[in-house]
């Protein structure tokens, strides 16, 4: 595989990786506005920061491998309109989950030492959305 190639395919994953990200971030902040619990919102609040910062990471890794201008089409999200809490929260931890493995797995297949470290380094910070979440879990039973 010529260095183009390999590029083209780290892209294509890291952008991936990106738009997973901004999909957590869409699914946290849908269901912001309708939480009381103080507690609650603050967690999300953390989840949704550091998920916004973890979609920029993969753009700015993107943006640092492309040698030329490239469209992505931007695949749709989902939508959760009258979901409850509870469900909200275990469609984010199986994310989180997935997300966590994805990363690591991607991570062991990389030969890209800047690229690798990103991805070790937000698949730990996984772990801990991973730990948010089951503690809001077992709060709301």
Known sequence: ??????????????????ERESAEVKLYQHN???IENSEIRKALTRLIFES????????RAVCELMSEAHTFE???????????????????????IETRELYKKQ????????????????????EEHEKIIKNLIQKLK
């Open 32 to 34: 912001f506005d309708t």
């Open 52 to 59: 916004a910062i973890h979609s920029a990471k993969f753009r």
């Open 1 to 18: 595989m010529n260095p183009t190639d390999k590029n083209q395919k780290i892209i294509k994953m890291l952008w991936g990786n990106m």
């Open 74 to 96: 931007e695949k749709p999200h989902i939508e959760l309109k009258g979901k409850d809490l509870d469900k909200m929260l275990k469609i984010s931890l199986n994310w989180e």
């Open 107 to 126: 991570a062991l297949e990389n030969d890209n030492p800047k690229i690798k470290e990103l991805l070790l380094q937000i698949a730990e910070q996984e």
